[in-house]
């Protein structure tokens, strides 16, 4: 299979890999070639930029969380029937794991994928010390993948000289500028960029910003790299299943709940699941009909007061869930089920009421990283190991043990998760294709409920 892609990545956080990526995710739309965007690793915010831009949904591609098949069978699948593929990287180029390990990082992602790279480099504040860097970054490659080199706020009179002995001292292609963008800045909070409807006149911002990057990038050199791409093996798609036929599963989404895997939706529904959104927020009660229940991740934190005057719906929840509706609940959606949240002030609100005890802003980053879940079953399911992710402020009284999650570098570990016959709910953020028995199981055990197996 032939999907032209590159994937941009950067020395360090903060170098500028959205900024370009959006950008050429722009120009891309703007003359009409089909494009498909990825992120590398387990981030939510930044696809939500990307489907923004692209206006389609963006994916995930993560090579600790799936094995090199199903990693590649992913991007295929989600780049088919596209000319185009656009990665962006996380972290630094070669960050992963830990500082022994790049694995689950961009340069692992873009060695399974067989993908090129283009380095985004922070060119302020330096000149020929920009040499050196890159020069780094070239050497340290085991699989040489690094194609080409973004210069990231330069100005414009610089820039042709830096082009110039860059290629001419490191024999690799400068595929373009981006100057000082103060207008096109994007901004952060405590867990990572504002989301995109909390960014004032995005659609401008980005319309500004491809514009002014297709006048500053090479567009021509970028699509030449692009082309070099490995072509993928026509992928074996997972075969639809029956698992989820007849069932309705309410998934919460609006403002306090918009973290999502989108591959995990499309997962069940490929498996004749209905997903029924409805909204804590907003809405009055679970919808009618419901077979089982999805509270994803968020920034329920930011919505305590509001979740918590909707005590209809609070009401709702607790009774579907201790009246034996299988529910999954991750982080956000977890914190919604305690008796009671605080706000980021500290203020304490009453919640759903399904765990006891509290769950309040510890004021820093609790947890953060890979881990692996093991020890537990899913729904009174035998389920293996599970690969997935943390990533938090909040703590809880009862954060649950029924689970060991196990960092994969390094001794750490921690008891996790309450999982009882009708509820999966904790801190970790799960990814369906990292063990498929996970939501195989929730869908069994919603089939029971209703009767059909």
């Not at 032209?4 to 739309?29: E, H, W, Y």
């Not at 026509?234 to 989404?253: C, D, F, K, N, V």
Request: glycine letters at 10%; aromatic letters at 8%.
């Amino acid at each position: 299979m032939r999907l032209n892609r590159v994937l941009i990545t950067a020395p360090k956080s903060g170098s500028g890999k959205t900024l370009v990526t959006c950008g050429l995710l722009g120009i891309l739309k703007k003359r009409g070639i089909r494009t498909a965007s990825f992120k590398c690793g387990p981030d939510f915010i930044d696809p939500m930029f990307h489907s923004r831009v692209l206006g389609a949904k963006s994916r995930n591609l993560d090579p600790f969380f799936t094995d090199p098949d199903t990693t590649r069978m992913l991007l295929a699948k989600n780049g088919a029937d596209c000319e185009m593929a656009v990665m962006e990287g996380v972290m630094g180029y070669y960050d992963g794991l830990s500082e022994t390990s790049s694995r689950g990082g961009a340069s692992d992602l873009a060695a399974v994928t067989g993908t090129p790279v283009l380095l985004v480099a922070d060119a302020s504040g330096s000149s020929r010390s920009l040499l050196a860097l890159i020069k780094g970054f070239l050497d340290f490659q085991k699989v040489p993948l690094i194609q080409g080199v973004i210069l990231n706020r330069i100005s414009p009179m610089l820039y042709p000289r830096m082009k110039k002995v860059i290629e001419e001292e490191l024999h690799v292609k400068v595929a373009g500028y981006v100057p000082v963008l103060k207008d096109c800045v994007l901004e952060s909070r405590h867990l990572g960029l504002m989301l995109p409807e909390e960014v004032d006149s995005l659609k401008e911002k980005m319309e500004l910003l491809s514009s002014r990057l297709e006048e500053t990038l090479k567009l021509e050199t970028i699509f030449a790299i692009a082309r070099e791409a490995e072509q993928l093996p026509e992928p074996g798609y997972p075969e639809s299943g029956t698992a989820g036929a007849g069932l309705r599963i309410g998934l919460a989404r609006d403002e306090a709940f918009c973290f999502f895997y989108e591959d995990n939706l499309s997962f069940l529904r490929e498996q004749g699941t209905e997903l029924v959104e409805f909204s804590p927020l907003h809405d009055r009660k679970l919808p009618e009909g419901l077979s089982g229940l999805l509270l994803h991740g968020g920034y329920p934190e930011l919505h305590v007061r509001e979740l918590s005057e909707n005590v209809s719906m609070r009401e709702s929840i607790r009774r579907a869930v201790e009246g034996g509706l299988p529910c999954m609940a991750e982080c956000g959606g977890f914190l919604y089920l305690h008796e009671t949240m605080t706000d980021m002030e500290g203020k304490e609100y009453p919640m759903a009421g399904v765990i006891r005890g509290k769950a309040w802003n510890n004021g820093r980053l609790t947890r953060f990283g890979y881990i692996t879940l093991s020890g537990g079953k899913v729904f009174g399911r035998e389920t293996g190991d599970i690969r997935s992710h943390e990533f938090h402020y909040f703590e809880s009284e009862d954060p649950g043990r029924d689970f060991l999650a196990v960092k994969p570098s390094g001794t750490r570990s921690w008891r996790c998760i309450h999982s009882q016959a009708n509820l999966l709910a904790g801190f970790p953020h799960l990814y369906y294709y990292a063990n498929t028995k996970l939501p195989l199981a929730f869908l069994d055990a919603c089939r029971e409920r209703e009767g059909l197996c």
